[in-house]
């Protein structure tokens, strides 16, 4: 896992859970997926370097998979699963061959 994370950047954070709005972290292909089929798929190959969204399945709204991702899942498993259960978005633009900036969104409180 590779996500940019300063102290700044925690601070950010922080504002973000509390106030809403949009966040933006730098993360490594491997924080999408494991291996990097997704880059092929029809819908995502035009869109990786404009942006595309990878929503994840409706099983996050589950207390065992909620469970599961802040017990195993990695730190940007934990960041994806909060933005999504506040109704949020998250929007991927490949900037390098193994880097990704992800912006995070929800509406402002």
């Known amino acids: 896992?590779?996500?940019?994370?300063?102290?700044?950047?925690?601070?950010?954070?922080?504002?973000?859970?509390?106030?809403?709005?949009?966040?933006?972290?730098?993360?490594?292909?491997?924080?999408?997926s494991s291996t990097k089929e997704f880059e092929n798929f029809p819908s995502i190959k035009p869109n990786l370097t404009t942006g595309?969204?990878?929503?994840?399945?409706?099983?996050?709204?589950?207390p065992e998979l909620q469970a599961l991702i802040q017990t195993r899942g990695s730190e940007w498993d934990f960041i994806m699963c909060r933005i999504y259960l506040a109704g949020g978005k998250v929007i991927y633009k490949r900037i390098s061959t193994d880097k990704y900036e992800a912006t995070c969104t929800i509406n402002a409180k």
């Open 1 to 32: 896992m590779g996500i940019a994370y300063s102290e700044e950047k925690k601070k950010e954070w922080e504002n973000f859970k509390t106030n809403g709005g949009s966040i933006t972290f730098e993360i490594d292909s491997t924080d999408i």
């Open 52 to 62: 595309f969204e990878l929503p994840p399945t409706t099983l996050i709204h589950t």
